[in-house]
């Protein structure tokens, strides 16, 4: 199954690099790298396209932001408006701007007519530099619906959106990896959607790996929609993709919140809440380690549902090398290694199981076990916390579904 899989990729990807991308602007080599993310975004939206999808009326937006700072969201995907900006700056939520808005309302679809692009390009210069800008969207279907407007591909309007703002990413999403190699105008957030808990776990890891092997040919990184579902196959779908270097979340579709921007405790989605609020102090850490040198599992006995399985590393997934610098004693997981950019390392450790807690026994080989110091990431505090270890070894739980950042100084290279 998993090598159908492999060829169905190659087979749905490989043609159309050329139908895509024959005469798109941005595929020169010299072309500048992208902007990328510069912290974690756990994205809010209600849809996208159309028209208006949050209040147009200042205080009722101004009460969404709130309520959803306390729930842990930070990115808001919506139409821009001038006025939401500064409300945007004053509570810390990133506007992601939505640039496919044709309703009177919005009138800012690059793809619709020059005066909407006249629109969407004014945006960007009033966009260039802002903190509080998260950066455009620019298309979330699959990438054949894209189509030729005006006679263009995704390129032309991606290197449009480059050449107006410089200073911030594009996301350029599609289903799974169909097509997603095709565009060559390096949009910086490559986005996806599956839904594997609906439509066949199988995919999760399989586009991860796919992600993370493509995405530094283009410069970039990766981020996925995520079908809101409950807390436990929530948690350990995002928990489980950042160890590939997951960046960017947004929700599909909607978020905890009632008409007014209150957090509605009876809402289908109120569970991410928790998860949010479980996640915000990581976003700066996770924008700050880059993406992975190594992904490695250990075996499993068990599946994501908690379920007896037969031994071994699951769907594919690399196993630890016996070389390696760090080793799993205890516990079924799946680690991200990665480098901030003074060198140090960053790991992240996420559960491999949906249903049940790990404990996890991790153990530092050769040189480091005795030059290394290792701390984890307090998510309430916000602080580092040491490990005290025992003959290079260290332990700590590990939630069901959950993940935890570990950052390790004074490794012997």
Not at 48 to 72: D, H, I, W
Not at 308 to 326: C, I
Request: charge should be neutral.
């Amino acid at each position: 199954m998993v090598l159908r899989f492999h060829l169905a990729v190659l087979v749905m990807c490989l043609p159309f690099v050329s139908l895509l991308a024959q005469d798109g602007p941005g595929g020169n080599s010299t072309t500048p790298d992208p902007a990328l993310p510069t912290e974690f975004a756990f994205t809010l939206n209600n849809g996208y396209g159309q028209g208006c999808k949050f209040p147009t009326n200042a205080v009722a937006f101004e009460n969404l932001l709130v309520s959803m700072k306390r729930a842990g969201f930070n990115t808001i995907y919506c139409v821009y408006k001038d006025w939401r900006v500064p409300l945007c700056k004053k509570h810390g939520i990133k506007m992601m701007v939505d640039v496919l808005a044709w309703h009177d309302d919005a009138k800012t679809d690059i793809r619709r007519n020059e005066e909407q692009r006249a629109s969407v390009k004014a945006i960007c210069e009033k966009c260039r530099g802002d903190e509080t800008i998260w950066g455009y969207n620019i298309w979330n279907e699959t990438m054949s619906h894209f189509g030729y407007p005006d006679g263009k591909n995704i390129d032309h309007y991606i290197a449009l959106l480059r050449e107006w703002d410089p200073t911030h990413p594009v996301w350029m999403g599609t289903y799974r990896v169909s097509y997603a190699n095709a565009p060559k105008s390096k949009p910086g957030v490559h986005g996806y959607y599956d839904y594997h808990w609906q439509r066949g776990f199988i995919w999760h890891f399989a586009d991860l790996q796919w992600y993370r092997g493509y995405v530094p040919s283009q410069n970039g990184v990766f981020g996925r929609w995520m079908l809101g579902s409950d807390y436990n196959r929530n948690s350990y779908t995002l928990n489980t993709s950042i160890p590939f270097g997951l960046k960017t979340v947004i929700w599909f579709i909607g978020g905890p919140f009632d008409a007014d921007g209150n957090i509605d405790p009876n809402h289908r989605f109120h569970h991410l809440v928790k998860i949010g609020q479980e996640m915000h102090r990581l976003y700066p850490e996770l924008g700050k380690i880059g993406r992975p040198y190594a992904v490695y599992s250990t075996p499993t006995v068990k599946t994501e549902v908690n379920e007896d399985k037969p031994l071994d590393v699951p769907y594919r997934l690399p196993g630890f090398p016996e070389s390696f610098w760090m080793q799993v004693e205890s516990g079924e997981a799946v680690l991200g290694f990665f480098k901030y950019p003074d060198g140090t390392d960053a790991v992240y450790v996420a559960n491999h199981n949906a249903f049940a807690p790990q404990k996890m026994v991790l153990k530092l080989e050769g040189p480091s076990a005795a030059t290394a110091e290792v701390e984890i990431f307090d998510r309430v505090s916000g602080e580092w916390r040491e490990f005290k270890s025992s003959e290079g070894a260290i332990s700590f739980g590990l939630r069901a579904a959950g993940g935890e950042l570990l950052r390790v100084t004074g490794r012997a290279r």
